[in-house]
């Protein structure tokens, strides 16, 4: 897809998002949820997984237009959309069209496009975050199933799922290498969904705690080698973190967008906020950084397309593109005054929605470890 192919679509999901969502969103906000029924209109519209192959009902496309709606929806302001979204359509229909079976494609795959199933990846557990290697949660043999115990923690698209993607230990006592991922249908006996989680921001991303009693998972639940999910994760977690750094940039370059609208309308001691040497300043400043961070974002993205993205490059583009996100909108919000810090301004969203990112797909002090072993190979 060229680049006017690629604008063509976004305008075109943009025209959606303003039909579907924009009219709603302040309610969902209130109501600290989005309704069910949205999965299913985004995926009659054609805007579910867009880059899965056409045979499951995909548009076949580059994961370029799926990153470029992540952009759109947090550049319209809808952070806690662009969360749960992306986790349906940038990471869990990935991991299933790369590790599953044909016959967990037809499954999932073709339900999660039309939005008929909600996707989940529920790897974090109380004393797991980031140390994907702390996971407890246990998968244990018994005749031809699995039989799931333990909870998983901060699971967006949580309250909703259909299908979550689970990591376990099936191997005890060899930490990662004894890990695998299964794909749990929510519907089954001794699966629970806790309390949705209320947080300070994304509050229409439903984040829940999952609980496993003794659910029993067909050997076909299996996704990918046994004992293999921690490869696995591994090589998903570029294409997640290129996602949040798709989220970060077009937050950032929303919240400028408004701010701009603002600061030559607000006026101060006789003339537009717009005139004081410091607005001019900060917004050159601020408009710099979020040219930075995207030249690096589109360089890795068209390094994951070709299949060449790294590790690091990734944890690179994720602690830069959130670390500039949080400190740009942060600026913006400034320019406001007062008014940046009443709900009643987007700024005020565009803030709250944006601390997460620095902690969730790996939290800044992780991504940079990830780079100084890079660095120093150790």
């Known amino acids: 897809m ?9 305008d075109m999901a943009r025209r959606a998002f303003e039909q579907e969502i924009a009219p709603h969103f302040e309610q969902w906000e209130e109501d600290h949820l989005a309704p069910r029924d949205w999965w299913n209109k985004l995926g009659e519209a054609g805007l579910l997984c867009p880059d899965m192959p056409e045979e499951y009902g995909g548009a076949g496309t580059s994961p370029h237009v799926t990153l470029a709606l992540i952009e759109e929806l947090s550049n319209m302001g809808f952070g806690g959309i662009a969360t749960g979204w992306g986790i349906h359509c940038n990471i869990v229909a990935p991991y299933i069209e790369h590790f599953g079976s044909e016959a967990q494609k037809q499954q999932w795959l073709t339900k999660m496009i039309t939005g008929e199933a ?4 529920a790897m974090t557990e109380p004393g797991a975050g980031s140390d994907v290697q702390g996971i407890r949660t246990s998968a244990v043999k018994d005749g031809d199933d699995w039989v799931l115990n333990g909870s998983k923690i901060f699971i967006t698209n949580g309250y909703h799922a ?3 993607i689970v990591a376990a230990i099936t191997d005890p006592g060899k930490g990662a290498k004894g890990t695998s991922l299964f794909l749990v249908d929510t519907s089954l006996p001794g699966f629970e969904k806790g309390k949705k989680l209320e947080k300070i921001g994304q509050h229409t991303s439903d984040t829940a705690e999952l609980f496993f009693q003794d659910v029993r998972l067909p050997e076909s639940a299996l996704l990918g080698e046994l004992n293999k999910g921690f490869v696995i994760m591994m090589t998903e977690l570029p294409r997640e973190r290129l996602g949040i750094a798709g989220q970060a940039i077009g937050a950032a370059e929303g919240a400028m967008a408004i701010t701009v609208d603002y600061v030559l309308e607000r006026k101060a001691f006789g003339q ?3 005139q004081f040497q410091n607005t001019r300043f900060k917004l050159a400043e601020v408009k710099t950084e979020i040219a930075l961070c995207r030249a690096l974002y589109e360089k890795c993205a068209d390094e994951y397309s070709r299949g060449e993205l790294s590790a690091d490059d990734a944890a690179m583009l994720k602690y830069a593109a959130t670390e500039m996100q949080c400190k740009t909108i942060d600026d913006c919000l400034q320019l406001f005054g007062g008014y940046g810090y009443t709900a009643e301004y987007p700024i005020s969203r565009f803030y709250t929605d944006a601390r997460i990112q620095r902690i969730y ?3 800044s002090e992780i991504m940079r470890e990830v780079v100084a072993r890079s660095i120093l190979g150790r």
């Open 2 to 10: 060229d680049k006017e192919e690629l604008t063509l679509f976004r």
């Open 118 to 121: 909600v996707g989940a990846l």
């Open 162 to 164: 259909d299908v979550v």
């Open 272 to 274: 537009t906020i717009a």
């Open 361 to 363: 797909g790996g939290s």
